[in-house]
């Protein structure tokens, strides 16, 4: 069964940093793709915010957030965790955030919502002036 376990959301100062841990279980092969994704009060849909291919580290990220954000993975038999690492915090970057795996592999970068069926539950994020 296929577990996704989300840590690290709090609430920081504009300019500050976080690093979120997405601890997940279940499976154990490298192809796969881990994403995080974030939502704000208000936004019709999930935005994606970083994706990692698990079998080469390939990674991808949002504009807003290039530079800014790391994703990255710590892969243990049986247990995978993955970051996000959050520098340079913004009032905009206030949202919910929630890791994503799809378990198979794909060509191109996958970057929707619907792309991916195993979700954790979220964690908060807060950033004020």
């Known amino acids: 069964q296929v577990q996704l376990v989300e840590t690290g959301g709090r609430s920081v100062q504009a300019g500050g940093s976080l690093r979120l841990s997405c601890t997940s279980s279940g499976f154990t092969d490298a192809n796969y793709f881990e994403a995080w994704f974030r939502q704000a009060p208000g936004m019709k849909e999930r935005e994606v915010i970083a994706?990692?291919?698990?079998?080469?580290?390939?990674?991808?990220?949002t504009d807003s957030v290039k530079g800014r954000f790391t994703i990255s993975q710590d892969r243990k038999l049986g247990k995978n965790t993955f970051y996000l690492q959050m520098d340079g915090l913004k009032i905009e970057d206030t949202a919910m955030y929630y890791c994503?795996?799809?378990?198979?592999?794909?060509?191109?970068?996958?970057?929707?919502?619907?792309?991916?069926?195993?979700w954790g539950q979220g964690t908060q994020v807060t950033v004020s002036s």
């Open positions: 994706v990692i291919y698990a079998g080469n580290e390939n990674t991808a990220y």
């Open positions: 994503a795996a799809l378990l198979e592999y794909r060509r191109a970068m996958p970057t929707r919502p619907t792309d991916y069926p195993y």
